[in-house]
């Protein structure tokens, strides 16, 4: 048991200070060595962390999926315990983005919020997740909030395209995409050097999550096995 | 009809309710379930009806068990819990209907209307459940059970509630249910009546069976179990 | 099939236990209607403004009035464990589902069906010609919200406090189900057509769909434990 | 303390549960209150306890009437009824504590424990009472009334979900309760039981009392009684 | 003295099992919001509406949240015959009334803390300075709602369509408190002050003062069977 552990908290180790570096780098280099931006000028920067924090906020979600479907098929308590990590860490990840988002929309826009497409859709988002751990601890039986988490991780997931659809059709405001555009490289129409920060933030914000998900998963696995050893012990 | 247990244990948190558990039964045979409070009784005929998944170990009713999709398997349990599992809003008679087409069980009017005769409900065939007396409500779901015909039938104390004729009533049914091949397992406290009835005997003791035998008269290893682990007078 | 006859028997049951008491048919009724008047006197609405926002106003009172009824759904299956005398059963899970989305579903268009006229004669409107269509789409609105209501039903059926949890799941995952029934209202009520609204439309049908589907089939795992 | 009860009728919609029942009880009392299912035994003491209201006469404690407001009386009169009237999620300690000061009964927190260990859900104090077995429910409501020493105590069928040690329990609990100058009423179908702790019997059938006598030994008047309104079996 | 030692213990008793599970408080939060979202999704409001309508989306808000959370209040009553228990007890009623309203009315002010600075932000509305008036005004009235709202939720405690039936009865007879508020509210966004609303003002207060004398007067009566 320790033995195997070892190595695992190891490569953990390594991916955490991985994880740092990288941030610390892309940090660098979108705070100081990439150009301000023609318009927005220093608040742009704040790119760097709002735009890597979304998108490791989305593959969490998917996560839950995974998660979620995967517990209902085969009844392993490890996916259920991915599902909540990936949950918890995907609200955080929400969360940040909409923070900071707000911060650049105060100098920018003029103000902390408006009802554009995007933005709703992100705090809608957080809502449903939310209110999947608040399902999870509203209900008594383990097993019980595991399933029915599951179902929502579920269905609150393919429930999001059409939200996406829905919400976007409303009515759009947000920054046209400039990034992700359909139909032109991104290195047409962004400075390569914030290109590269951006790249790199992001490589950063990846590790950092997969650092955090293997934390809090072990986590939950901790719980489980001081539960079992608990019960052994017969307490 | 054979049920088969293995490993069977079943924790609530940090609390082993049930431990180890092995246990074969057949047809014909009427089981005493006997322990003290918080034995796990309760908990045990939750798992043989499916209502409760086990920790570990496993159920096997005919080589089949529990599993989402099982439903045939659903078929062949019965639990009798008092005063439970009756639509309050519903009559008498409607609630026998209805528990009987769910189970699939084609019963003439006349031959409804005798069964609720039998258990002296004839008069309050169209009272609601929500106005019948505990005993009645008792007496209803044995008429339930004597209709939908379970080959394994599980009561949770059933004697606290029914007044004398209604006990006699009880251990008929019961009698011939097993006399026609079925299984009855009846957790109770009262344990002179049921040792009367029974055919066997399983005492559990802090979630662990410590007792697993055939009546015999007399019965020194009875004796001596029970005194052991049902201290002080229970009559 | 006995998916099918098991769903009539217990849709019976619940019609049954309606009918003699008609607590949330009547109750929603006039919920309905009384959330109308309650928009009215908090938005003090001027009459021109109001044909404007039926159709928010109209979905509004439905959303709320249809999640409390939501909230009932499964009385007659909490008192006495009712709902474990189903799970001891051999009943077909999906059945369960079906049965109380009909149920539900049944309960809100006959509510529906008194409240949007109502509307109309309350706050004067002159579109009758355009109700049929209307019906149309506030149908398809309200299928979708039964499904996924039911759903949520179910699985906050144990929480802790589940009258607030329920709305508060529900009515983000509702979002798209909203929109595209107020957009399809507005057009009809604005052109007397569809027109522009019919991918809106098409949006409503692929959700009904898709969750009816994925309802029938995992509600096993929905309601056992 | 003193019970007397006039011409006391109660009706549900057209059926009358009970009918013009008289009745004197006195300190030290300790009644059976016996009767086939649905002769009106839970309503009784549902009178007794102020829960509902009679149609028709009147009950009188010490010339006291219940009434909204007569607070006094309702500190005089408790009501067992098993596994009912306790907060499912406040531990067992915090119920007896909560019950208590509602009672204004002062009590040390030593004295709390110690009645605790008696009812032997010592080591359960800090479980929450949704997770107690039925029997271990029925415990805690003895110890509370215990604490909370009322003058009339009620009791619906406390037998069916205790175990021996914990009959023994209760039945010591009744018999001090008497001797300190208390009355008890206790419905029960454990007819061999309660006879042999009763100091006086009361047989209702169908809503009318039919047998009301101080016990003697031998007592041929309740033999005759007995096989008259309660017929079959009942141990 | 006793009246308000038991309202203590009872109160006590109540914010325990809400400190334990913080179910209400957190769902009331969420939800509170979440309506924030589903006003304007169905709205489609225009920037300066929503100054206008401020309060009254607010006082919607609430409504709808408070509601929700009475449906809640006397749950662990429900539970296992509790509330017999204490009707057994030598508790005043009067306590009871007051405890629970107490509760009732901590949860919605603290909801009402987080949720109007955050309809600040989300509807960008500049007006910050006049927020010390506006929560003063929606105090007075969060008391009447809570007062109204648990003697209904007593009287609806045994009714079968309860979680219908309680706004159905409730609403009509909040709509004095509802329009008051609002039009405090709206007076103090126009003008910065009080000034004309201060009518309205005073039947806020003379509605809180009444019905809470009566609360603790007839309790007794709602309560008891
Ligand atoms: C609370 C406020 C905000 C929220 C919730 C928010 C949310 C989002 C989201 C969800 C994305 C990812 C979009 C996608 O690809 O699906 C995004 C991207 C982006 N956001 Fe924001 N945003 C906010 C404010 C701002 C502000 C104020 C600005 C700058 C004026 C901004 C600029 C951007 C940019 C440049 C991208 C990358 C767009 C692309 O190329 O795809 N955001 N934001
Ligand atoms: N839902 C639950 N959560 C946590 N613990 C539980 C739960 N149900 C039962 N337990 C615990 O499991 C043990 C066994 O309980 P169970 O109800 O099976 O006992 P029992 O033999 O039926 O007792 P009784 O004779 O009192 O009815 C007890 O210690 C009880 O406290
Ligand atoms: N709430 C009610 N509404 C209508 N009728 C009722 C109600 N409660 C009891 N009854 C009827 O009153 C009669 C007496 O019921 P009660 O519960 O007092 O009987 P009991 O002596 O306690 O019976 P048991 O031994 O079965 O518990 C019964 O006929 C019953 O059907
Ligand atoms: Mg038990
Ligand atoms: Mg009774």
Known sequence: MAQAAKPIRKSRGVLGALALTAIAIGLYWGLVIAPPDAYQGEVQRIMYLHL??????????????VGSGMYLWKREKRDDILAHSAAEIGVLFTALTIIAGSIWG??????????????????????????????????????????AAAVLGIIGFLDIPLIHMS???W???????SILQPNKPPWENVHPSMLTALA???????????????????????REKIKARRLERGV | MRLSIDKLSKAYGFLWALR?????????????LLGPNGAGKTTLLKLFAGL???????????????????????????LLSPADHLYENLTVSENLRFFASLYRRRHSPAALVQTLESVNLGPRRDDYVANLSSGMKCRLSIAKWQLLQPELLLLDEPYGVLDGSGVDLLEGFLRAHCAGGGVVIMASHHVSRVLQLCSHALILHQGRLTFNEAKQQPWPSFDRAFSEFLPHGGS | MSLLSETFLLLRKDLLLELRRRDSLLTMFFFGTLLLFVFHFSFDLPPDKVAEMTPALLWLAFLFTGTLGLAQLFNAERENHCLDALLLSPLDRGALFLAKTSFNLILMVLVEIVVIPLFWILFNLNSWNLLPQLFLVTFLGTVGFCVLGTIMAAITLKARARELLLPLILFPLMIPIILATIRCMENVLRTG?????????????GFDVIFLTLGVLIFDWVIES
């Open chain 1, 52 to 65: 890597p924090s979304i998108l490791t906020a989305y593959l969490s979600y998917f996560l839950v999926f």
């Open chain 1, 167 to 169: 919400v976007y059709w």
């Open chain 2, 20 to 32: 180890d558990i092995h246990l074969e039964l057949q047809s014909g045979q009427l089981v005493a």
């Open chain 3, 193 to 205: 057509e569809l027109g522009d609204a019919l991918p809106w439309l098409r949006l409503l049908l």
């Open chain 1, 171 to 177: 009515r759009t405001l947000h920054q046209p995409p």
């Open chain 1, 106 to 147: 105060r100098p920018t826009w003029g103000v902390w919020w408006t009802w554009d497409a995007r933005l709703t859709l992100t705090a809608i988002l957080l809502l449903i997740y939310t209110g999947y751990l608040m399902l999870r601890s509203l209900i008594e039986d383990e097993s019980r909030a595991a399933s």
């Open chain 2, 52 to 78: 409760i998944l086990p920790t570990a170990g496993s159920i096997q009713l005919d080589g089949a068990t529990f599993a989402p999709g099982a439903l045939d398997l659903r078929r062949k349990v019965g």
């Open chain 1, 200 to 222: 790199i933030s992001f490589a950063g914000f990846l590790l950092l999550y997969f650092y955090l998900l293997s934390l809090r998963y072990r986590l939950g696995e901790m």
